[in-house]
Nanobody, 115 residues
Framework: QVQLVESGGGSVQPGGSLRLSCAAS????????MNWYRQAPGPERDFVGG????????NYAASVKGRFTISRDNSKNALYLEMNALKPEDTAVYYC????????WGQGTQVTVSS
């Protein structure tokens, strides 16, 4: 079965950096686009960015463009989110995703940006 397991969250001061990882299993990882979403306190889970199967197409939400970088290593079935210049408004639970809002989700990893 599809499994997505995020790691790398934590607490950081504004302006700091974190790198999130997502370990994927149970499917042919290299054949699928993958996404990152985040959910601050509240009902909405917001799209952060996505990457195509071969990494040639990568897109970002306007709020993170230029600060966050999505990458993947198909040989390791791994998805990454490098986050720089973090702001308090980036505080959220970050989720790895396959197939969009109706697709598969990991359990999430908490990122807290606070002084």
């Amino acid at each position: 079965q599809v499994q997505l397991v995020e790691s790398g969250g934590g607490s950081v001061q504004p302006g700091g950096s974190l790198r999130l990882s997502c370990a994927a299993s149970g499917f042919a990882f290299g054949s699928y686009s993958m996404n990152w979403y985040r959910q601050a306190p509240g009902p909405e889970r917001d799209f952060v960015g996505g990457i195509g199967p071969d990494s040639r197409i990568i897109n970002y939400a306007a709020s993170v463009k230029g600060r966050f970088t999505i990458s993947r290593d198909n040989s390791k079935n791994a998805l990454y989110l490098e986050m720089n210049a973090l702001k308090p408004e980036d505080t959220a639970v970050y989720y790895c995703n396959r197939d969009g809002r109706t697709g598969y989700w990991g359990q999430g990893t908490q990122v807290t940006v606070s002084s």
